[in-house]
């Protein structure tokens, strides 16, 4: 039997952050009427049936972006709310490359807490087990177009409205509960942020936009909680740093940094272009971003923030 016994906590009235054993935080919202779940793990264990120990009300499930470890357990659901610009991939993706995610998701989560965490496996769950291939009796589910602005009234005057945040994926969409003063952020917002799937500038704008919500929420949830306790929101000055970050890249006035990865690797943050076999290749100080068109990803850092990008993707296409 697939385990139900994840770490979750109630952090508000009716609003839940479950954690998938330390690889992606989904959260349940109830209202009088309906019940919305924000995201789907990477596929561990029984998410719906833990769902249904909390509330029976009709579940709506939206997808913050297409993320491997975010679609997960999609089949468990009939239709799926996903942006159409993230609903390419499979839902679930590759087993083995859950499996695989999995271990370096964890531990690099476990590697943000530190010791003697990082020493045991505490959670109850069998990875050859409870991460798995879908059932026969969970068919693809419909996905459904999830557009800016879109509203989801839950009853009670419980109303989520879905706002669009590429940067992270070119889908990539956070959640508004004002009932709450909440905003789920999926990886739009963390301490640890890629931004590849559209220009810098792109992304700017829309993270600009979701600040100027700020009169709405007064906490942001993201989907891991690497940088912050279960149920705690993001600190406060992590959107506004993100931001400066951003406007920095834009006038040039940035320095790569070379860390090793928080994945657990040797692999340095800052890389340079990727081979035909997609291995990361040492930076050639003469042809840094390799052959011409080729991604140059780079890392930048200030405080505990760290942003990842293409320096070929920074500047919006001239129309």
């Known amino acids: 039997m697939l385990t139900k016994r994840y770490p979750m906590v109630q952090f508000k009235k009716d609003t839940w952050e479950i954690d998938e054993f330390d690889v992606a935080s989904i959260f349940l919202l109830v209202g009088t009427e309906k019940a919305m779940v924000i995201d789907c793990g990477m596929g561990i264990g029984d998410l719906r049936g833990a769902i249904e120990m909390i509330t029976d009300k009709p579940l709506i499930a939206v997808i913050s972006h297409g993320?491997?470890?975010?679609?997960?357990?999609?089949?468990?659901?009939?239709?799926?709310?996903?942006?159409?610009?993230?609903?390419?991939?499979?839902?679930?993706?590759?087993?083995?490359?859950?499996?695989?995610?999995?271990?370096?998701?964890?531990?690099?989560?476990?590697?943000?807490?530190?010791?003697?965490?990082?020493?045991?496996?505490?959670?109850?769950?069998?990875?050859?087990?409870?991460?798995?291939?879908?059932?026969?009796?969970e068919p693809a589910p419909v996905l459904r177009d999830l557009r800016d602005g879109q509203r989801f009234d839950l009853g009670g005057g419980r109303v989520v409205t879905a706002y669009e945040c590429p940067g992270h994926s070119a889908g990539e969409m956070v959640f508004l509960d004002?009932?709450?003063?909440?905003?789920?952020?999926?990886?739009?917002i963390n301490f640890n942020l890629g931004l590849g799937a559209c220009p810098i500038e792109t992304a700017l704008r829309y993270l600009r936009r979701v600040e100027a919500l700020k009169d709405r929420y007064d906490d942001i949830y993201n989907g891991h909680h690497d940088f912050r306790p279960l149920g705690d929101p993001l600190d406060p000055e992590c959107l506004p740093t993100i931001i400066a970050m951003c406007e920095d890249i834009l006038k040039g006035a940035y320095a790569p940094v070379t860390e090793p990865s928080p994945w657990g690797s040797?692999?340095?943050?800052?890389?340079?272009?990727?081979?035909?076999?997609?291995?990361?290749?040492?930076?050639?100080?003469?042809?840094?971003?390799g052959p011409a068109g080729a991604p140059k990803r780079v890392t930048i850092q200030r405080g505990r923030n760290f942003i990842g990008f293409d320096e070929n993707k920074i500047f919006d296409p001239k129309p």
Not at 85 to 109: K, M, V, W, Y
Not at 266 to 289: E, Y
Request: proline content about 10%; glycine content about 8%.
């Open 67 to 137: 993320h491997i470890d975010h679609t997960g357990n999609g089949r468990q659901f009939k239709e799926l709310w996903i942006h159409p610009n993230d609903q390419g991939p499979a839902i679930p993706q590759s087993l083995e490359r859950r499996r695989f995610d999995t271990s370096r998701i964890a531990q690099r989560q476990k590697g943000c807490i530190g010791a003697p965490y990082t020493m045991f496996n505490l959670y109850p769950y069998d990875i050859n087990e409870d991460l798995r291939e879908p059932a026969a009796d």
């Open 178 to 188: 004002e009932a709450t003063r909440t905003l789920f952020a999926g990886d739009a």
């Open 266 to 289: 040797a692999m340095p943050l800052t890389r340079g272009a990727k081979g035909p076999a997609n291995v990361a290749m040492p930076i050639n100080p003469d042809h840094p971003a």
